[in-house]
């Protein structure tokens, strides 16, 4: 690998589309000056925006599409006419073919999952991939998956996420043993569902050399912060995921008619401006904007539809954290560890 | 029915014990002067605070009983030595018995739902009860069930709850027909578990009258109030109930962390005073105490079991609440109408 990393975008994804990619990607730029650009979608909306932009220019590359994924396709009907084509598909498929290291869009969830899944495949051993989102903890940041790519799991598809987050964690954290928790609606043995049981029989038993499995964790646990890795089925983390970001807005929503509802309270929030501004900025969904797609041969990330460039440039750091650190490697190594191949039979005849 | 709400309660449960439950039932009282009090539990205990309390003595009757659930059994193991005797127990069945008109718990919540079950029974056409959560919103507050009692849910069984929640909506916030949304991880109709797609298609084509049903809901449409009505199999309820608490304790600590660093911000903060407080009423997860058992013969509701007084009294203002409107009476009706009797055969043998 080169010290570049480069990047795939779909600039047709998102609400925004091209005006926040671009100007997403100068600001990722900046932090990350190794980073290269391929742009794909309509060139003439993309050319001038990037072309406006000295730095970026020096290391983009725009490909030209004239399809682009909706954002209220579902996947098949996404998949029926933008394979092949469309903005989204040759960003994932720049991956595939190796001309770029990851790919981001901000584009339709579903679409982007059915495309990447149908182009990337999944690793071997894995059938359903995953959506990790780092989420924001009172101790730092946290990762929990699956957030919403597929519904239900079964033990070993849960086992699998746990193995994938916990790689994630090592490369985005530094930690050489992140602590993982199964999300249940009880702490005790006896509670939740069978597969999130098993699950956690078979992360005790195999006591993993790469992860601290320590058990059962519940939805409050998450904001706590107290384990690094948390493991659920899609359905209920993406209820989860959803539901954070509800209360989040709701008490910001609260806290702002509560500010601006008599003169003292209006002057008490002149003088504490400043910790109102760093509550903002802790509250701020941009700042852990970006969800990773993991048990592809290849990484994809999911910006969120309505991020802005500030927004969009995380996903790109984001990706660009993974890249550096090798994931997708790092991945395929704990999973060959773990789903151990067959013995060969010697000798033997097959009846 | 008389004019008086006849609550038993079970004096031993939660945390804390009769000292919360007594001095909730006294804050209880003095806002709604109609209730009458069985408390069941340590006699020794209980009595002396009764006593000290001259209003509440003249409404209550102290039941001894020597056993009680702890917090941490499992439902079976309750049910082994607490059955007939302890004082959860004999608080529902004080309901059944007709003494009492509802009972409220601090106690385990597994054991409660397993006791109620075993002694009140579930209602024709019901087969597992839920647990209904009062959830602040912007637009005032849902209820938001199944919290628990259950995990999974078959299409018959989400559908019912929708009927036994929109009852309790009718009752709580006094509205004709409650609006009612499926929580699932996608506004179009082709996301989601087959069993909420499903609920969803019985629930538009039957357009019952007690019911205003407006499709899919995802987890950030809760705190923005977007339905009266939030139904939900029991796993992924609990755990959005749980990341919302999570996240609102989460974004406090984030507060008071954020109006103590500096000389300005504190200075602040005393100027904001009373927009603090009323922000902190409004976070104030005590408002908000008591999940409602529904689907049994009986109405019982169970409080935190780290509830003080103040969250205590809330626990039983509901049931106040719900009683004196007759939910069950409601439930009731409202089920035999979608639960049409099988025709029966005339004339007919049976083969």
């Given at each position: 690998m080169s010290d570049k990393v480069r990047i795939a975008l779909d600039a047709m994804g998102g609400d925004h589309g091209p005006a926040v990619v671009v100007a997403g990607a100068a600001l990722a730029l900046e932090r990350h000056p190794?980073?290269?650009?391929?742009?794909f979608g309509n060139a003439a909306q993309i050319a001038p925006l990037v072309e406006a932009r000295h730095k970026l220019k020096a290391v983009s590359r725009v490909v030209h599409t004239d399809i682009a994924v909706r954002m209220d396709?579902?996947?098949?009907?996404?998949?029926?006419?933008?394979?092949?084509?469309?903005?989204?598909?040759?960003?994932?498929?720049?991956?595939?073919?190796?001309d770029a290291d990851i790919a981001v869009s901000a584009g339709n969830t579903g679409a982007l999952m059915a495309m990447s899944k149908f182009d990337l495949k999944t690793l071997p051993?894995?059938?359903?991939?995953?959506?990790?989102?780092?989420?924001p903890t009172l101790r730092g940041e946290s990762i929990v998956l699956d957030v919403g790519a597929t519904i239900g799991a079964d033990a070993e598809h849960l086992v699998d996420l746990a193995v994938m987050g916990a790689a994630t964690a090592r490369i985005l954290f530094g930690l050489p043993r992140p602590?993982?928790?199964?999300?249940?609606?009880?702490?005790?043995?006896?509670?939740?569902?069978?597969?999130?049981r098993e699950a956690g029989r078979i992360l005790r038993d195999e006591d993993l050399p790469e992860l601290d499995y320590r058990g059962f964790v519940e939805g409050d646990d998450i904001g706590r912060g107290k384990v690094d890795v948390v493991v659920t089925e899609g359905f209920a983390g993406n209820i989860a995921l959803k539901t954070a970001e509800g209360t989040a807005r709701q008490i910001g929503q609260y806290l702002r008619t509560a500010m601006s509802r008599s003169l003292s309270a209006r002057i008490g929030y002149l003088f504490a401006r400043s910790a109102f501004a760093q509550l903002r900025e802790r509250m701020d969904p941009r700042r852990a904007n970006g969800g990773v797609f993991l048990g592809l041969?290849?990484?994809?990330?999911?910006?969120?539809?309505?991020?802005?460039?500030?927004?969009?440039?995380a996903a790109i750091d984001l990706g660009h954290g993974v890249v550096h650190d090798e994931l997708l490697a790092k991945i395929r190594t704990a999973l060959e560890r773990f789903h151990k191949p067959p013995q060969q039979a010697v000798g033997g005849v097959a009846s």
């Open positions: 190794s980073c290269e650009f391929l742009f396709d579902k996947p098949s009907q996404a998949l029926r006419y933008g394979r092949w084509k469309s903005s989204m598909w040759l960003a994932i498929d720049a991956v595939k073919k190796g051993g894995i059938e359903r991939p995953a959506i990790a989102a780092l989420w602590s993982v928790g199964l999300l249940n609606i009880g702490a005790e043995e006896a509670k939740g569902l069978e597969a999130v041969n290849g990484i994809v990330i999911k910006s969120h539809g309505g991020a802005d460039a500030e927004g969009f440039a």
